[in-house]
């Protein structure tokens, strides 16, 4: 049994999502929906950390983008934290990485906030 949990808090002016196991077709409409809350709670930014993130498919990938979209209508911006080097090269190879901002800690997302 695959395994996808996500918790979150508030931080600030933003909302940071923890990600923990597999993200794909099973469980992409959890993590939608979880992003489309910290979406309309948030009103600087929505962090994902992926530290706990093991494997990312095509509809997990789709879900980030709806959610990439939809802090760009409000303005706000969406920043994933703490790849893990497999997920990275998923998103560098797709070129995600020149689309989504990434940081390698919570406190250097929080720096790019900031400015």
Do not use: W
Not at 5 to 21: A, P, Q
Not at 85 to 112: Q, S, Y
């Amino acid at each position: 049994m695959k395994t996808f949990s996500v918790t979150t808090d508030t931080l600030g002016e933003g909302t940071i999502l923890r990600f923990n196991g597999e993200l794909d077709a099973s469980s992409s409409l959890y993590a939608d929906n979880a992003l489309e809350e910290a979406i309309a709670l948030s009103s600087g930014f929505v962090l994902i950390d992926c530290s706990q993130l093991i494997y990312i498919s095509s509809a997990g990938l789709g879900v980030l983008l709806a959610a990439f979209q939809a802090c760009n209508m409000k303005e706000i911006q969406l920043i994933m934290v703490d790849m893990q080097p497999k997920i990275r090269n998923v998103f560098e190879i797709l070129g995600l990485d020149r689309l989504i901002k990434t940081a390698d800690t919570v406190e250097d997302a929080m720096h790019m906030v900031a400015k």
